[in-house]
T-cell receptor, first 115, second 118 residues
Framework: KAGVTQTPRYLIKTRGQQVTLSCSPI?????VSWYQQTPGQGLQFLFE???????NKGNFPGRFSGRQFSNSRSEMNVSTLELGDSALYLC??????????????FGPGTRLTVT | AQSVAQPEDQVNVAEGNPLTVKCTYS??????LFWYVQYPNRGLQFLLK??????LVKGSYGFEAEFNKSQTSFHLKKPSALVSDSALYFC????????????????FGQGTELSVKP
């Protein structure tokens, strides 16, 4: 079974630009979560999508948005980039059920550098 | 509010010695607890989890963790450390209610840098 894939792996953008990151979950998983990882703030939850609906959103400005497609693939977008947006963006997929087999599977991440 | 604490930013261990990485949590309800490991410039790799059942959980690469409900702890352990275990370790928690009501949000600790010296 293929794991979670994220593209691109690395990105360099300049302030003011926008960026779109992509995440393909494990086949059969319908929940996709996004996290931002920085040295100072650690791992912070951005948002989660299930069946093309955003179910939860972390404490991030409106410049951060996302969506999920009918095949469960997800994208996140950051507009008007700031230097502080430089981070590793991680995507995780999980099955719908919160039973004993619940787990979040993480992708390799996209390293975004804003200059 | 739900939270996870990893009280040590760094743990230093000699190769062959036992290691412990500490984690305590605070949630309402029964916790789902996870340990992940992260190597430089990589994503999070699952090590083990506790959802229900035996308090001692065995995971990948010889790691294990013990769920202690009274102390709200889930410490990660390994009997004999390897240099290749050097990495950043994260403890995370969620609950069944959080999963269904707030989506797939894992609450992470700040991470513990494990350094194993030969």
């Amino acid at each position: 079974k293929a794991g979670v894939t994220q593209t691109p792996r690395y990105l360099i953008k300049t302030r003011g630009q926008q960026v779109t990151l992509s995440c393909s979950p494990i086949s059969g998983h319908r929940s996709v979560s996004w996290y931002q990882q920085t040295p100072g703030q650690g791992l912070q939850f951005l948002f989660e999508y299930f069946s093309e609906t955003q179910r939860n959103k972390g404490n991030f400005p409106g410049r951060f948005s996302g969506r999920q497609f009918s095949n469960s693939r997800s994208e996140m977008n950051v507009s008007t980039l700031e230097l502080g947006d430089s981070a590793l963006y991680l995507c995780a997929s999980s099955p719908r059920s919160a039973g004993d087999n619940y787990e979040q599977y993480f992708g390799p991440g996209t390293r975004l550098t804003v200059t | 509010a739900q939270s996870v604490a990893q009280p040590e930013d760094q743990v230093n261990v000699a190769e062959g010695n036992p290691l412990t990485v500490k984690c305590t949590y605070s949630v309402s309800g029964n916790p789902y607890l996870f340990w992940y490991v992260q190597y430089p410039n990589r994503g999070l790799q699952f090590l083990l989890k506790y959802i229900t059942g035996d308090n001692l959980v065995k995971g990948s690469y010889g790691f294990e963790a013990e769920f202690n409900k009274s102390q709200t702890s889930f410490h990660l352990k390994k009997p004999s450390a390897l240099v290749s275990d050097s990495a950043l370790y994260f403890c995370a928690v969620t609950t069944r209610v959080l999963i269904y009501n707030q989506g797939g949000k894992l609450i992470f600790g700040q991470g513990t840098e494990l350094s194993v010296k030969p």
